[in-house]
């Protein structure tokens, strides 16, 4: 199987192909968030070449898809920032402003149902590397959603972050992978990325009914919701965990 990068710019039809691909592959809500309105299409207007499919032209099949975003960062854990929000805000007024990035910041690492497993996630991870070469950027970084976070719900995120196998390795499946392809955990941030809705659209998104106010777990959260029903109003923060690439020069 011959895999290669193809950025939204040379192929944008085979984006019309992903919302059935990838179909259930991340929850229904993290496709609501409040920051998407405002961006969402700009990202593939204005940043059509860091927007990219693993695709294997033999099969003509999408193996996985990568977003992100170049921005400046300081090098330091601090200017990372919070989240996932806050860095795409603030590579779109960098991107305004004109001024020079240094990151590249992966907004998202997706491997449809029907090819994880497969070690995809490695290869769309390295490719966002190479992209960021290409661009002379020096750091791929990555507001990482734990896989397993989920199970622990109730678990604060830098204490999640900090788990160890007994080999010593992260405990969380994709925070292993990416400090095994020489990432560095950064920081473990709370609020990375808000969604809000009416108590309807979270009952629709989770398949839960919310009869009473208060704090909820629910499938795929990270953390608990907040139901408001006298305001009519569910309101969750996805916390995320930094990790940081260097990208080096090809030898």
Known sequence: MTVEMVRHSERP????????LFAGVVPEYNLHGDING???????????????????????D????????????DGTPEGLGTGLDESIAAAFRD????????????????????????????ILLNKMTDAARADGLGHVIVPVRPT???????????????????????FDPWIRTQVRL????????????????????WESWTGMAFPDDGEYVFPGGLGTLHIDRTHDRGAYWEPCVWITHEVRART
């Open 148 to 170: 397993w976070k989920d199970r622990y719900p109730l678990v604060p995120v830098e204490r999640y972050a900090a788990w160890t196998r007994a080999d010593g390795s992260p």
């Open 13 to 20: 039809e085979l984006w019309d192909r992903i919302p059935e």
């Open 182 to 201: 020489g990432g560095v955990i950064a920081a473990a941030v709370t609020e990375s990325s808000r969604i809000t809705g009416t108590v309807a659209d």
């Open 95 to 122: 991107h305004d402003s004109g001024a020079a990035p240094q990151a590249l910041c992966a907004l998202g690492i997706e491997i449809p149902h029907a090819h994880q497993g497969k070690g995809l996630s490695k």
């Open 62 to 73: 999408i193996l996985g898809a990568g977003r992100s975003l170049p921005r400046v960062w």
């Open 38 to 60: 405002d961006y969402w299409t700009r990202l593939f207007d204005e940043f059509p070449d860091h927007q990219f499919v693993l695709y294997d032209k033999e099969h003509d």
